[in-house]
């Protein structure tokens, strides 16, 4: 029988093959634990995949309403004994069905064409974030969360939800070499990143600061622009491959690292070696590292800080990257700080990408669960290192009117570096 696939990035047979349906995987999947449906679980959509990579059924809006409603989180490829690498196959059957064209009954594909038009232009976020100033200062925020005025808009009013207090100044003001302090250790290439760099300038300043005061000397090339993350995740390859490319060029070939402080960037960067034929990518791939894991081979000057915090694992760091023991090292290393364990950790909060924006019901449940495990630790901060999850885990709080800290590790880090507000930018 004839693949439903065309000869563009599909899937990989093996890896579909290596399923052996043992169902290790349900019990971590978000929205199998929601839903409890087989085709809203890894092996039921994995199913899906290989029957229409053996020609067994055609790509389908049904078959696409449940791989949309897949959140990529991999927490099945952590589970999974058989070395199912799901997040590559989710992402090439994804790209099957944009070349395909070929959308689940109801798919919100306004918002992603509108934030994946937005992403890679740094001049267009700078328009974007004058008229989110201008809308938060002016009041009119207020009226429409007040009023509830964008209800009828679901994908809108999830979108807006997210927003949180924009920082004054602009997007970016980290120079362009940041030296080392102390003895030297070499050199690192920081990722700025879109998210990050629009609504946490500040997380990138710190990040500077302490990979600085940790021996390193960190180049921000200003030329860098999207890394294509969210162009991956939603299945848009050639997209993701025209900005991929340019990003590597951006950063000089003599770096040690490439550092990056959001893990869904982190997690698309590990991957370049895969999606980008030649050594140029696998090269630059190798070199990225997760703040965390620079930080954590570091000696860093910290202060006390008496807080009880909790950590939430974001998925593309815990299961993309399996990085999960060095930012619970570097917490337990702040004096007098304690670390709660969040029930759970492992699990999505919604945010996945623009998951939350597209499928604003099954993100909202999830971060309902996410936050009510919060509370049940006793934590008034919790921590985690991916922007999405920050904004979708205050957002959420917010709306249970609870009043939680939530935090990047390096701005409790940052907090707790011994050279008071010396060397701050941003
Ligand atoms: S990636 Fe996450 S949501 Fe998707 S099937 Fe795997 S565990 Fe479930
Ligand atoms: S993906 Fe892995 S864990 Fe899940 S059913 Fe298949 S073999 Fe089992």
Redesign the pocket.
Known sequence: MKSAFDATDPPSMDGLR?????????PQCPTYRVLEEEMDS??GR?YLMRAAAEGRTELTPQLAHHLDLCLGCRA?ET????G?P?GQLLEATRGQLERAGVRAPGAGRGVLRLLLALFPRPDRLRVMLRALRLYQRTGLQAAVRGLDLLAPFKRLRALESLLPSLPAGGRDTLPEITPARGPRKGRVGLLTGCVQSVFFPHVNAETARLLSAAGWEVVTPREQECCGALHLHAGRLADFRGLARPLVAAFPPDLDFVVTNAAGCGSALKEYGHWLPGAEAEMFAAKVRDITEVLVEAELPLQPLPVTVTYHDPCHLVHGQRVRSQPRALLRRIPELRLVELPDSELCCGSAGIYNVQQPEMAGELARRKVERIRETGARTVVSGNPGCLLQIAQESRRQGFELEVLHPVELLGRALRDGGEGRQG
């Open positions: 290596a399923c052996v349906h043992c169902g290790i995987c349900l890894p092996r994995l099945c589970a999974c004994p058989s199912v799901f």
